[in-house]
């Protein structure tokens, strides 16, 4: 069984900023992709960034510049730091663990995040 355990989600001015953070235990293996979603009321789920094993990131149009992800692989956990929150960055932001090959594709539970104008 695996849990993601999700935290840093809160309130906030906008201007302001916060970290997340998820971190994956359990019988996880061998993991690929690690990453953030959000999802607003009445929208999609979006990709927020997400890290490859190698390295590499991708962030989404509405937050580059102004978001950044790390990871830490011998802890298997995924930060993601935002800076500049902007009120359209509110939303419910979920973490999201895919294993190589696609042997899984876990989530998280989700953390609310609220900025404020």
């Known amino acids: 069984q695996v849990q993601l355990v999700e935290s840093g989600g809160g309130l906030v001015q906008a201007g302001g900023s916060l970290r997340l953070s998820c971190a994956a235990s359990?019988?996880?293996?061998?993991?690929?992709?690690m990453g953030w979603y959000r999802q607003a009321p009445g929208k999609q789920r979006e990709l927020v960034a997400r890290?490859?094993?190698?390295?590499?990131?991708i962030f989404g149009d509405s937050v580059k510049g102004r978001f950044t992800i790390s990871r830490d692989y011998v802890k298997n956990t995924v930060y993601l730091r935002m800076n500049s929150l902007k009120p359209e960055d509110t939303a419910v932001y979920y973490c999201?663990?895919?294993?190589?090959?696609?042997?899984?594709?876990?989530w998280g539970q989700g953390t609310q995040v609220t900025v404020a104008s």
């Open positions: 999201n663990v895919v294993g190589e090959r696609l042997q899984y594709n876990y």
């Open positions: 359990g019988s996880i293996f061998s993991i690929d992709t």
């Open positions: 890290i490859a094993a190698g390295g590499t990131t």
